[in-house]
């Protein structure tokens, strides 16, 4: 009962620091009414930290927040659906990779090429129905994006290992011993 407690609270704590890092650092994108943010490396670390299906609704939880608080209502179900399957994602690949695997960082990084081509492909796509051929104009901002959150989530990966609860999460989400 006790770790479920920790596990809560830090699921809670990472859809805070999402929702945040999506708004905190936010570098305009020409031309969409966009931006590129390191949100994303937070979206792939809650994969591989809380599993497929906590991932999924912590980063779709606190990715979609931050669209709600910045005004971009429209957003909000589609961004949750995207960042949620990114992390769904990045769970699996973490969860069938890291076992095996003494370094933890390719696992991550097929995270971050989910992020790469689920953000890019899900976000032309929406953007399409609502804007039509216009919609291209995002897929450059957003392959820019889900590279700077696969480098970040890997910049991040080795400062997280640190932290003893969250050592022990990662080690039982990967079937591992860290």
Avoid at 79 to 89: E, Q, S
Avoid at 101 to 129: M, Q, R, W
Avoid at 130 to 142: E, R
Avoid at 162 to 172: E, N
Wanted: charged share 10%; proline share 5%.
């Amino acid at each position: 009962m006790k770790f479920q407690t920790k596990k809560l609270v830090l699921s809670a704590l990472f859809m805070a620091l999402t929702c945040v890092a999506t708004m905190s650092i936010r570098i305009p994108t020409p031309g969409t009414g966009g931006y590129i943010h390191p949100g994303d490396a937070l979206v792939i670390l809650s994969g591989a930290l809380f599993g497929p299906v906590w991932g999924f609704l912590i980063a779709g939880i606190g990715s979609c927040l931050a669209d709600l608080l910045g005004g971009y209502l429209t957003y909000v179900p589609i961004t949750f659906l995207i960042k949620g399957l990114v992390a769904f994602f990045s769970a699996l690949a973490f969860q069938k990779l890291a076992a095996s695997s003494k370094k933890h960082y390719l696992p991550l990084a097929l995270g971050g090429i989910a992020d790469i081509v689920l953000v890019a492909g899900g976000y032309f796509l929406f953007e399409f129905f609502l804007y039509g051929q216009g919609a291209a104009a995002s897929i450059p901002a957003n392959l820019i994006q889900g590279i700077s959150g696969l480098l970040i989530s890997q910049l991040l990966y080795p400062v997280l290992c640190a932290v003893p609860d969250v050592k022990r999460m990662l080690a039982a989400n990967s079937g591992s011993n860290l």
